[in-house]
Nanobody, 115 residues
Framework: QVQLVESGGGLVQAGGSLRLSCAAS????????MAWYRQAPGKQRDLVAA???????NYAASVKGRFTISRDNAKNTVYLQMNSLLPEDTAVYYCRVDQMGSAYWGRGTQVTVSS
């Protein structure tokens, strides 16, 4: 099993920044994709950003240019730097990692952006 622990969420004013972290532990062999998803109340969980083991990245159109995903393979950690935050970025942010055909999810961290 792989355990994921997210941190860095909180309350911020519009235009502010937050940095989320997600550390993986447990039976780690070869993590492929690491990603961040988010889910607002009453909405489905959507992909925010993903990064492959080789460093290729993919972003949702709504966050491109404002958010940056990165990873530290030595620490089995993925980060999400969020700048120019908007009230519509308010959601629970979940970390997900894929390893050997299995997907693992964190419990989520709340991000609230006030206008």
């Amino acid at each position: 099993q792989v355990q994921l622990v997210e941190s860095g969420g909180g309350l911020v004013q519009a235009g502010g920044s937050l940095r989320l972290s997600c550390a993986a532990s447990g039976r780690i062999f070869n993590i492929n994709v690491m990603a961040w998803y988010r889910q607002a109340p009453g909405k489905q969980r959507d992909l925010v950003a993903a990064i492959s083991s080789g460093g290729s990245t993919n972003y949702a159109a709504s966050v491109k240019g404002r958010f940056t995903i990165s990873r530290d393979n030595a620490k089995n950690t993925v980060y999400l730097q969020m700048n120019s935050l908007l009230p519509e970025d308010t959601a629970v942010y979940y970390c997900r990692v894929d390893q050997m055909g299995s997907a693992y999810w964190g419990r989520g961290t709340q991000v609230t952006v006030s206008s």
